[in-house]
């Protein structure tokens, strides 16, 4: 089995700043890539950003200059540092993380729980 736990949502105002985290654990041999999702009321679910182990990244349009996604290896973890905030940013975010786990070396996606960031106008 593996988890993904979430930290770091909160309320904010316009044009601040949070930095969320996600930590995985388990029987992990290898995460390929690791991503934020987020789904607002009444939406669906949508990609924020990727990270591959590699280190190269993907991000949403709507987002590209303001997040910035990051991964420590050594941690299993990554981040979200999300800056000059909108309050379009509102939503659930989730945790994503494409992993090989043992000892079978299955393939799993793993979702967190999710973190709700709400950002006030």
């Known amino acids: 089995q593996v988890q993904l736990v979430e930290s770091g949502g909160g309320l904010v105002q316009a044009g601040g700043s949070l930095r969320l985290s996600c930590a995985a654990s388990?029987?992990?041999?290898?995460?390929?890539?690791m991503g934020w999702y987020r789904q607002a009321p009444g939406k669906q679910r949508e990609l924020v950003a990727t990270v591959t182990s590699g280190g190269n990244t993907h991000y949403a349009d709507s987002v590209k200059g303001r997040f910035t996604i990051s991964r420590d290896n050594a941690k299993n973890t990554v981040y979200l540092q999300m800056n000059n905030l909108k309050p379009e940013d509102t939503a659930v975010y989730y945790c994503?993380?494409?992993?090989?786990?043992?000892?079978?070396?299955?393939?799993?996606?793993?979702w967190g729980q999710g973190t709700l960031v709400t950002v006030s106008s």
């Open positions: 388990g029987r992990i041999f290898r995460i390929n890539v």
């Open positions: 994503n993380a494409e992993t090989i786990v043992g000892p079978t070396f299955t393939n799993l996606e793993v």
